[in-house]
């Protein structure tokens, strides 16, 4: 097994470095690389036949063998290739990926295809072709696939003029079938070991329940001398304005809070709001262009240094802000958008000279501080909007969301509370235990309180997220950091009372994962979600996947306090602790993995295609799975080596998350 692991391990990395066919050939679809697959089937089968009793255990076993069956029958008989089609052709042949062709059992016709896209924007929502086969018409797009005779067709890519579609093919009768037997045993054998009285998860349980161990400084942003800008009442009028950014109409004020995010690091300086900033760079340029932006030294002068140059000049000039719409100019969209700077198509003098010069006599009035006229002007800029471009306008209620999102979506203050105090609480709580003494039930419930706090504050972003963007907050770094935060305090507010300990470690791990967000979200956009993520395994996926990373960070930092504590008992009841949590944590895990498996192969025909976050995920499971057979290991008997191990282990999954993301890419780095 554990060659197994390297062999993975090594194979993403020469993934990264000679390619993805070289990898394949090389490892993953290597004589060798399948026979050591085949030896760990065979030897731990024979070993779990003379050695376990409980038939739920054996199950759990038999289904993993099972799956592997399935995946050597995909990898033995299974075909992959492609049909690439212009409107109106027919064919019954598909090419293999070895660029040989075979014939279809049918005639397969693309009689359209088009494009869909979100209301009023040009971002793609699906791609829908419609195409007829053996005189039945079919819809082939993102998420629903043709199944025919055995084929499996999938919308893969389409012609740029629109006028013709790519479909990825397989052809694998029996690989699919016996694997997804495979998961369907693995999901009843989970379900039935947390029944299973004798289980070792149960006698742990039992004994760590039965046991009597009980387990800021804010940054102030000051000037003498800021630079001006207008009145916030004023800026806020302008950032209630509608603009067409990211592809999708949103507040003026999402695109300026974004932007001084990008400038300075900050959704807020010296004490202006984000309208504010943005409204200093329109009309007092001059004072701003010595506002220092946030640069790490090798920056200055760079890239970076001039892209952020660039955002302030396009922000001064208004070429960022394409908030004047005009009707029937785009045959791809009922209303396009531009700014004031922008070529525009032929218009009626009145049109042309208002988006034209608004911006200049907002200056003027600016200059004068003529403020009512200003505002007068940003209204009749508003009822333009209103009455061109309604039917694509954002509801009153979604702008009113978003506009609060945007204020309160910065965790800064939450997550130095939750990492200061959880550093606190963590080494309370380890030199109680290494005493033998109890927690105060009124610092328990204290703590609770401020928990039961973050757990609302983080309900009401997600929930503000997802109803402004219209899906999940489950992709993306933002979203998943939070939704982990979030986890962490369910994990506080269920647990604390069983196992006091979690409130420190609940605390530390929420903290942390907001840092994350803060950082990688600088600028947390709101976008549409792509189309091959709108599946409602989606949600299941990625909830599975981040409740068993939260977990995994929980033990991790259990181990950390189970150390502190030297090799007495306390230590011990950690270690028991840490498995009770372990259980749940690898199978939800491995639910996840098979889930987001039968997901591939609805989107892309393949329900395992050893993407580096595949591969990583898969890592993972086999590392944390050592930990959990203590009765076959004797290390893992021994406290202090188990609690070693869990920290060690805890780097995979930060590889499995960030590595894959930020280094070794693929198809899952966007998430």
Request: hydrophobic share 45%; net charge positive; proline share 4%.
């Given at each position: 097994m554990v060659a197994v692991i390297l062999a993975m391990m090594a194979a993403t990395v020469l993934e990264k470095t000679k390619g993805t066919e070289f990898a394949a050939s090389n490892i993953y679809h290597s004589p060798i690389f399948i026979a050591i697959w085949v030896v760990v089937a065979l030897c731990g089968g024979a070993y779990l036949l003379s050695k376990v009793k409980s038939w739920r255990i054996l199950l759990l076993h038999i289904s993993f063998v099972v799956i592997l069956c399935g995946a050597l029958v995909t990898h033995l008989f299974g075909k992959n290739g492609f049909v690439h089609l212009r409107e109106g052709e027919t064919t019954s042949e598909w090419t293999l990926i070895d660029d040989s062709v075979k014939g279809l059992p049918f005639n397969i016709t693309l009689t359209s295809f088009e494009v869909l896209r979100y209301p009023g924007s040009k971002a793609p929502s699906d791609y829908r072709s419609t195409v007829d086969v053996g005189g039945e018409s079919r819809v082939i797009s993102m998420n629903n696939i043709l199944k025919k005779g055995g084929y499996r067709f999938y919308q893969a890519d389409y012609d740029k003029d629109f006028g013709g579609s790519t479909f990825a093919v397989t052809y694998d009768p029996f690989g699919v079938g016996i694997t997804y037997t495979g998961y369907i045993l693995l999901l009843l054998s989970m379900i039935l070991f947390f029944t299973d009285g004798s289980s070792n998860f149960r006698r742990t349980f039992r004994k760590v329940t039965g046991t009597a161990a009980a387990l800021l400084l804010f940054p102030a942003l000051s000037s003498a001398a800021n630079p001006p800008t207008v009145p916030a009442d004023v800026a806020d009028e302008l950032g209630r304005l509608y603009v067409y950014y990211n592809d999708r109409v949103c507040p003026l004020q999402t695109q300026m809070r974004d932007y001084c995010l990008k400038a300075y690091g900050k959704s807020s300086l010296y004490g202006y709001t984000p309208e504010q900033v943005a409204c200093g760079w329109m009309f007092y340029y001059d004072w701003w262009t010595d506002t220092p932006f946030k640069l790490k030294k090798k920056d200055v002068g760079g890239p970076a240094q001039r892209e952020k140059e660039r955002i302030r000049m396009d922000g001064a000039t208004g070429r960022a802000y394409r908030i004047f719409p005009l009707a029937g100019v785009d045959s791809t969209q009922a209303v396009s958008w531009f700014s004031c700077q922008d070529i525009l198509p032929p218009l009626d003098d009145g049109t042309w000279l208002?988006?034209?010069?608004?911006?200049?006599?907002?200056?003027?009035?600016?200059?004068?501080?003529?403020?009512?006229?200003?505002?007068?002007?940003?209204?009749?800029?508003?009822?333009?909007?209103?009455?061109?471009?309604?039917?694509?306008?954002?509801?009153?209620?979604?702008?009113?969301a978003e506009r609060l999102y945007n204020r309160i979506s910065r965790p800064m203050v939450p997550f130095m509370v939750c990492i200061t105090l959880g550093i606190i609480l963590f080494v309370v709580f380890a030199l109680r235990l290494s005493k033998g003494k109890k927690q105060p039930l009124w610092e328990g419930i204290g703590v609770a309180a401020l928990s039961a706090l973050l757990f609302a504050y983080l309900t009401l972003v997600l929930a503000l997220r997802w109803y402004v963007s219209g899906h999940a907050p489950f992709a993306g770094s933002y979203s998943v950091m939070m939704l982990m935060a979030w986890l962490s305090c369910i994990a506080v507010l269920i647990l604390w009372k069983k196992f006091p300990f979690v409130q420190p470690l609940g605390l530390i791990l929420a903290g942390f994962t907001m840092l994350v967000a803060s950082l990688s979200g600088a600028n947390p956009q709101i976008t549409h979600l792509i189309p091959v993520l709108q599946s409602p395994l989606l949600s299941v996926h990625v909830l599975s996947m981040m409740v068993s990373y939260t977990l995994f960070g929980l033990v991790a930092l259990n181990g950390i306090m189970g150390l502190s504590l030297g090799r007495g008992e306390a230590s011990g009841r950690l270690m028991d602790v840490s498995l009770v949590i372990l259980y749940p944590a690898v199978f939800l895990l491995t639910f996840g993995t098979f889930l987001g498996a039968v997901w591939a192969n609805i989107s892309w025909g393949s329900y395992w295609s050893w993407d580096p976050k595949e591969t990583w995920a898969l890592i993972t499971l086999l590392i944390y799975a050592f930990a959990l057979h203590g009765n076959s290991l004797k290390a893992f008997r021994n406290p202090r080596f188990f609690h070693i191990f869990c920290i060690v282990a805890f780097i995979s999954v930060l590889v499995t998350y960030f590595g894959v993301n930020l280094i070794l890419g693929g198809m899952h780095s966007y998430s």
């Amino acid at each position: 097994m554990v060659a197994v692991i390297l062999a993975m391990m090594a194979a993403t990395v020469l993934e990264k470095t000679k390619g993805t066919e070289f990898a394949a050939s090389n490892i993953y679809h290597s004589p060798i690389f399948i026979a050591i697959w085949v030896v760990v089937a065979l030897c731990g089968g024979a070993y779990l036949l003379s050695k376990v009793k409980s038939w739920r255990i054996l199950l759990l076993h038999i289904s993993f063998v099972v799956i592997l069956c399935g995946a050597l029958v995909t990898h033995l008989f299974g075909k992959n290739g492609f049909v690439h089609l212009r409107e109106g052709e027919t064919t019954s042949e598909w090419t293999l990926i070895d660029d040989s062709v075979k014939g279809l059992p049918f005639n397969i016709t693309l009689t359209s295809f088009e494009v869909l896209r979100y209301p009023g924007s040009k971002a793609p929502s699906d791609y829908r072709s419609t195409v007829d086969v053996g005189g039945e018409s079919r819809v082939i797009s993102m998420n629903n696939i043709l199944k025919k005779g055995g084929y499996r067709f999938y919308q893969a890519d389409y012609d740029k003029d629109f006028g013709g579609s790519t479909f990825a093919v397989t052809y694998d009768p029996f690989g699919v079938g016996i694997t997804y037997t495979g998961y369907i045993l693995l999901l009843l054998s989970m379900i039935l070991f947390f029944t299973d009285g004798s289980s070792n998860f149960r006698r742990t349980f039992r004994k760590v329940t039965g046991t009597a161990a009980a387990l800021l400084l804010f940054p102030a942003l000051s000037s003498a001398a800021n630079p001006p800008t207008v009145p916030a009442d004023v800026a806020d009028e302008l950032g209630r304005l509608y603009v067409y950014y990211n592809d999708r109409v949103c507040p003026l004020q999402t695109q300026m809070r974004d932007y001084c995010l990008k400038a300075y690091g900050k959704s807020s300086l010296y004490g202006y709001t984000p309208e504010q900033v943005a409204c200093g760079w329109m009309f007092y340029y001059d004072w701003w262009t010595d506002t220092p932006f946030k640069l790490k030294k090798k920056d200055v002068g760079g890239p970076a240094q001039r892209e952020k140059e660039r955002i302030r000049m396009d922000g001064a000039t208004g070429r960022a802000y394409r908030i004047f719409p005009l009707a029937g100019v785009d045959s791809t969209q009922a209303v396009s958008w531009f700014s004031c700077q922008d070529i525009l198509p032929p218009l009626d003098d009145g049109t042309w000279l208002f988006i034209r010069k608004s911006f200049n006599l907002l200056r003027q009035e600016v200059q004068k501080e003529n403020w009512d006229e200003v505002k007068r002007i940003v209204g009749k800029i508003r009822l333009y909007q209103e009455k061109t471009a309604l039917q694509v306008l954002p509801s009153q209620t979604k702008v009113k969301a978003e506009r609060l999102y945007n204020r309160i979506s910065r965790p800064m203050v939450p997550f130095m509370v939750c990492i200061t105090l959880g550093i606190i609480l963590f080494v309370v709580f380890a030199l109680r235990l290494s005493k033998g003494k109890k927690q105060p039930l009124w610092e328990g419930i204290g703590v609770a309180a401020l928990s039961a706090l973050l757990f609302a504050y983080l309900t009401l972003v997600l929930a503000l997220r997802w109803y402004v963007s219209g899906h999940a907050p489950f992709a993306g770094s933002y979203s998943v950091m939070m939704l982990m935060a979030w986890l962490s305090c369910i994990a506080v507010l269920i647990l604390w009372k069983k196992f006091p300990f979690v409130q420190p470690l609940g605390l530390i791990l929420a903290g942390f994962t907001m840092l994350v967000a803060s950082l990688s979200g600088a600028n947390p956009q709101i976008t549409h979600l792509i189309p091959v993520l709108q599946s409602p395994l989606l949600s299941v996926h990625v909830l599975s996947m981040m409740v068993s990373y939260t977990l995994f960070g929980l033990v991790a930092l259990n181990g950390i306090m189970g150390l502190s504590l030297g090799r007495g008992e306390a230590s011990g009841r950690l270690m028991d602790v840490s498995l009770v949590i372990l259980y749940p944590a690898v199978f939800l895990l491995t639910f996840g993995t098979f889930l987001g498996a039968v997901w591939a192969n609805i989107s892309w025909g393949s329900y395992w295609s050893w993407d580096p976050k595949e591969t990583w995920a898969l890592i993972t499971l086999l590392i944390y799975a050592f930990a959990l057979h203590g009765n076959s290991l004797k290390a893992f008997r021994n406290p202090r080596f188990f609690h070693i191990f869990c920290i060690v282990a805890f780097i995979s999954v930060l590889v499995t998350y960030f590595g894959v993301n930020l280094i070794l890419g693929g198809m899952h780095s966007y998430s």
